[in-house]
């Protein structure tokens, strides 16, 4: 049974908005966050089987920190202030221990205090030790729905994959830029993709909740495939069916943003 949560929506959409931007040349591509994070290593763990905190989370955490960083480096501290009293009011976190300074009213411009400024740095610290993951995975909810975001991740990640070396990497690769594909497939895992996919075919949309409880391992399909530089953290697969999966080849990287709508527009009842 998954646990549900009170999501803010507005900021996870609003950071993800962010995260897109990013990913597309504006802030932080996955090119320049490898080199200016140093994530070969723990991306190299991420791509070699499914994990729970995929490759998008530490992208999103390490975009936003940055991001949140920057702007209290620089004296901004209100707008931030206001944002992380938000989201620990929503998640009914009790943050007064580190003492109460209302900012609600203020903006960077009429507010530069040196109080101001400690009591940011110290609600940022017990932001990312309360709520920050939280936070992430909120806004991997929202991405993780958009295959174009998950698709252009992936392909971008597959630029590195290539040039990596059998011999540098013998644990992780088959072949020189080829990514050893999984053996073993976690329950969680093939059930978010199920969830997130909604049991239909990521390419022709067919409806495969009758075969429910008959869908099998090639049923999930990597978006980039492997033979592409593709991987095996759990942003780069989809659901399909046999059909589909058989003629898309192994060197496809076709997918879709299937989406039904809540009601038909055309309909008279």
């Not at 429910?212 to 697969?237: A, C, M, Q, R």
């Amino acid at each position: 049974m998954r646990n549900g949560r009170n999501m803010n929506v507005d900021s996870a959409i609003s950071i993800a908005a962010f995260i897109i931007q990013s990913l597309h040349g504006d802030y932080l591509d996955v090119e320049h966050w490898f080199e200016y994070y140093d994530v070969l290593d723990r991306a190299v763990e991420k791509w070699s089987k499914p994990c729970k905190r995929t490759l998008v989370h530490e992208y999103i955490q390490d975009l936003y920190l940055d991001s949140q960083n920057y702007l209290l480096d620089k004296h901004f501290p209100i707008g931030q202030t206001n944002e992380m009293q938000e989201l620990l009011d929503n998640y009914n976190i009790d943050y007064s221990s580190i003492g109460d300074v209302d900012v609600s009213d203020l903006t960077d411009e009429d507010c530069f205090t040196d109080e101001v400024e400690e009591y940011a740095g110290e609600l940022q610290s017990f932001f990312i030790d309360n709520i920050l993951d939280v936070v992430v995975d909120d806004v991997f909810s929202i991405l993780y729905m958009d295959k174009n975001f998950m698709h252009e991740f992936n392909r971008q990640c597959s630029e590195i994959i290539l040039k990596l070396k059998k011999d540098d990497y013998p644990n992780l690769l088959r072949e020189d830029g080829v990514i050893e594909r999984i053996s073993y497939y976690p329950k969680w895992f093939k059930r978010g993709i199920e969830y997130r996919d909604k049991l239909r075919c990521s390419l022709c949309g067919c409806d495969l909740s009758s075969a429910f409880t008959t869908l099998v391992d090639e049923n999930f399909d990597h978006i980039i495939p492997l033979k592409n530089g593709g991987n095996n953290d759990p942003s780069n697969w989809q659901l399909t069916c046999e059909t589909c999966n058989k003629s898309k080849g192994a060197r496809s990287s076709a997918f879709k943003n299937i989406v039904f709508p809540f009601w038909q527009m055309d309909d008279e009842d």
